[in-house]
């Protein structure tokens, strides 16, 4: 057998199309583009990459990005005051607060702080008890983004057995309510899981994210199940490769994801579409996944 590729580049010019027509009315209806602010806690590079292509990608689309940059040792007050100015400024409609936070700083003081209604990474209080009970809300844009690629490909979860590899509060656990919110039944695997293979091979639907390169191999997949690859790590060689060994499972898988190629290309633009959506997304739901 050979996997049919899920092509998230491919998905991504698609809903890039869409997502900058939405944009566009948002703008008319606002009077200025949605804007989204891109909090950052200190100096690192790999940072600075990420969010000079988010800002590029948000331009793109009609997006205003702004970038606020916070000293290193920023006292979690301090961190609570920036982001309440943000909740407070009419010209943002999202905040994205990068993680991880330095160790001195309290993730709790973001969660707490940040307005569910800018939340468009899904990461406050209310973000995360909206997604347990089922209701409307912003949600993690990894796991939009997995969303997507299944919807655009067709991939049926009602009554399916769905497997998540990995238990991240950004990936794994809400990938999981959100699988099980489409009446999948849902398995979550982690570091701890006994035999790992046992439970991988029943799944109709698996979806790896825990950064080990090759963690997935052929024999530990069903046949003809669907594989999503959220990993991303880069080799000796400086090779990206995901969390599945590609050749092997894709002559025993019915789809799967490339990395690169899969997830990646989709992540930002479901950042920037819940951006867009505002608060009319935790009215109705609409607007997480352009594919609804």
């Not at 909090?39 to 990459?49: I, L, Y």
């Not at 570091?191 to 799944?203: E, F, G, K, P, V």
């Not at 046949?223 to 894709?250: C, H, K, L, R, W």
């Not at 002559?251 to 479901?270: C, F, Q, R, S």
């Amino acid at each position: 057998m050979s996997a049919r590729i899920l092509d998230g580049r491919a998905i991504a010019r698609v809903v890039r199309a869409e997502l900058k027509e939405r944009a566009a009315e948002r703008a008319r209806a606002l009077g200025h583009p949605a804007g989204l602010a891109i909090v950052h806690v200190g100096d690192h590079a790999a940072s600075e990459v990420y969010r000079r292509r988010l800002a590029e990608t948000a331009a793109a689309v009609g997006v205003g990005a702004r970038v606020v940059s916070l000293p290193e040792d920023i006292k979690d007050a301090e961190l609570r005051a920036a982001l309440a100015a943000l909740n407070a400024d009419e010209r943002i409609q999202g905040i994205l607060m990068e993680l991880p936070l330095p160790e001195h700083l309290s993730a709790r003081a973001v969660a707490e702080t940040l307005d569910a209604a800018k939340d468009v990474d899904g990461i406050s209080l209310v973000s995360g008890g909206n997604l347990f009970l089922r209701l409307p809300t912003f949600v993690p844009s990894t796991c939009a983004a997995v969303l997507e690629i299944l919807d655009r490909s067709k991939i049926a979860l009602a009554g399916r057995r769905a497997v998540v590899v990995g238990a991240s509060d950004v990936v794994g656990k809400p990938l999981a309510l959100l699988l099980l919110s489409r009446d999948a039944t849902v398995t979550i695997c982690h570091r701890a899981t006994r035999n790992l293979a046992s439970w991988t091979r029943q799944a109709e639907v698996l979806v790896v994210a825990v950064g080990k390169a090759g963690l997935i191999t052929g024999d530990m997949v069903r046949p003809g199940a669907t594989v999503v690859d959220v990993g991303i790590n880069v080799g000796a060689d400086g090779q990206v490769v995901g969390d599945v060994e590609f050749d092997g499972v894709s002559a025993v898988a019915g789809a799967i994801t490339p990395v690169p190629g899969g997830v990646g290309p989709l992540t930002n633009l479901m950042l920037l579409a819940q951006c867009v959506a505002g608060p009319r997304l935790l009215q109705d739901g609409d607007g997480a996944h352009l594919a609804d």
